[in-house]
């Protein structure tokens, strides 16, 4: 329990998405102009990351590693179909994707509505197919703690994202050089913010 | 807008075409000014040399993407596209993550995910949505090394600034003297650390914009 408890805290402070890694970074751009806008897409980042990181956490021990097929028999223990992790990786992101939102349009409209065209394109966000990479490359040692660290990293996205637009909105108000005005002062913002967050650097519970 | 002075004169390209390669170097950046693929470009660039592989790579993968997305056009279904053009890529990723584990494994253990993430940049999907489905293979390809190169440029730039102040090394070798470090100079720890390589993009953007008054954002 306490190993759960430390790597999704670890993925929302330490190894944040955006400040760490920068993933995501293309939407967080994009969609970080109104607080309302990105809690939207921040929820739905949460929710698709919580479901594609076990699937693929599965995928990859049962089909994909090396010796992973050997559950189907002897002659299959030394299998390695690695190379493919990509592509499988990408298509269970689409095809998840695709069924959440089928999902939240069947059960909450509202919530489909207002989420509107953030869920399909949250097939290209980086922070997806990221997390799953780093879940394969990080070797966790069950599902629950895939499933804690997909959680978390959606959650440090969430807030990330939060932040910055409720940064953004205030800042309209500022007397930012023209030239860095947009782009140039999120960037920069962003960064501060990062130096922020990296004093939790080293921290464990 | 006269030409950029980074056109290659090769007489094939016609000026039309030299516009495709020249204009996301300058004015039309995919980073600095279109807002794509900004996920890898800070996150490898501590060293210029994992910068450089991944440029390339970059450059590889998204001349052959538009390549072959520009001759299937007609035969992709619009409902499908997003699939396809996925597959296409990922394709082409893994042949390039093969190969880089093939030759420079050390780089490639650098760059760890973010060989797989050239796939979700968005800079790759944009250009095939934006331009490779309604034109022909020459032009399509041009501009996919453009915006490839506009990428690579910004990446490596940001790479050298970093290195440079950070570790004072260029491609791993030692630029700055000794007799600067006996003097009294310190490398600049923070460079290295991530927070840095947003602060670098955002004043070069910054730089960009206030040469080119164009571009300023009046929202």
Known sequence: MQELVNIFVKSIFIDNMVFAYFLGMCSYLAVSRTVKTSVGLG???????????????????????????????????????????????????AAMVQLV??????????????????????????????????MQERNYANISEAVSFGLGSGVGWFLAIVGIAAIREKI????????????????????????AFMSFMGIEL | MSENANTPKEALLSPKNRK???????????????????????????????????????????????VIISLLRHGIPPRIRIIVQLTVIASLVILVDQVLKAFVYDVSRQLSVFVGLII??????????AYALQNKVWPSFLDGIGNAAGYGSILILVAAIRELLGSGTLMGIQVIPDFMYNIGYVDNG????????LITVGVIIWIHRHRDKSLVDVS
Request: proline share 6%; charged share 5%; with cysteine.
């Open chain 1, 172 to 195: 309209r108000y500022s007397n930012v050089p023209a030239p860095l005005r947009g782009l140039g002062i999120t960037y920069i913002i962003t960064g501060l913010m990062g130096i």
């Open chain 2, 190 to 197: 923070l460079m290295i650390l991530p927070p840095m390589a």
């Open chain 1, 43 to 93: 929820f739905a980042v949460i929710f698709v990351l919580g479901f594609t990181v076990p699937v693929n956490y599965l995928l990859q021990n049962y089909i994909l590693g090396k010796g992973a097929l050997s559950w189907l028999g002897p002659q299959f223990a030394g299998v390695d179909l690695s190379f493919l992790t990509f592509i499988m990786f990408i298509a269970i992101i």
């Open chain 2, 120 to 129: 979700t940049n968005c800079i790759i999907m944009g250009r095939l949505e």
């Open chain 2, 20 to 66: 495709l390669l020249s204009d996301p170097i300058g004015k039309d950046n995919p980073i600095t000014v279109q807002v794509l693929g900004v996920c890898s470009v800070l996150a490898v660039t501590v060293q210029l040399k994992a910068s450089l592989v991944l440029a390339i790579a970059v450059v590889a993968v998204m001349g052959f993407a538009n």
């Open chain 1, 101 to 134: 939102e089928m999902i939240i349009e069947k059960f909450s409209p509202t919530l489909y509505s207002s989420l509107g065209i953030f869920l399909p394109l949250i097939a290209v966000n980086c922070a997806i197919l990221g997390g799953s990479l780093f």
